[in-house]
């Protein structure tokens, strides 16, 4: 239901686009939270930004002014634009949505769908 793209590997201070295709019919998301969230190798999986139906953005602290999500809503699709990226955003990348009012106290737990992710990889 939830696929991702868009990954790959870049040198420090280098940009990526990540993209979350959610459609269940065309041009239209069903859920009212979409997520990214990333984990690394022997770490817990994180919360990177989430976005709501009404528009709401959350941000982690670690990327807060690097990345911007945004959603094209006719494409279903979600987008993680990625600058500035350091060795220590390299991860697996995963989308995420769920049916309720996500907020930055939300844990990966709280969503029920999830792609199969995608390895961003940050070299120094």
């Known amino acids: 239901q939830m696929v991702e793209s868009g990954g790959g590997s870049v040198q420090a201070g280098g940009s990526l686009r990540l993209s979350c295709s959610a459609a269940?019919?065309?041009?239209?998301?069903?859920?009212?939270?979409m997520a990214w969230f990333r984990q690394a190798p022997g770490k817990e999986r994180e919360a990177v930004g989430m976005?709501?139906?009404?528009?709401?953005?959350t941000y982690a602290d670690s990327v807060l002014g690097r990345f911007t999500l945004s959603k094209d809503n006719p494409k279903a699709t979600l987008y993680l634009q990625m600058n500035s990226l350091k060795p220590e955003d390299t991860a697996m990348y995963y989308c995420?949505?769920?049916?309720?009012?996500?907020?930055?106290?939300?844990?990966?737990?709280?969503?029920?769908?999830w792609g199969q992710g995608t390895q961003v990889t940050v070299s120094s």
């Open positions: 269940v019919r065309r041009g239209y998301i069903p859920y009212y939270c």
């Open positions: 995420a949505a769920g049916y309720f009012a996500c907020s930055s106290a939300s844990s990966s737990t709280d969503f029920a769908v």
């Open positions: 976005i709501r139906g009404d528009g709401v953005t």
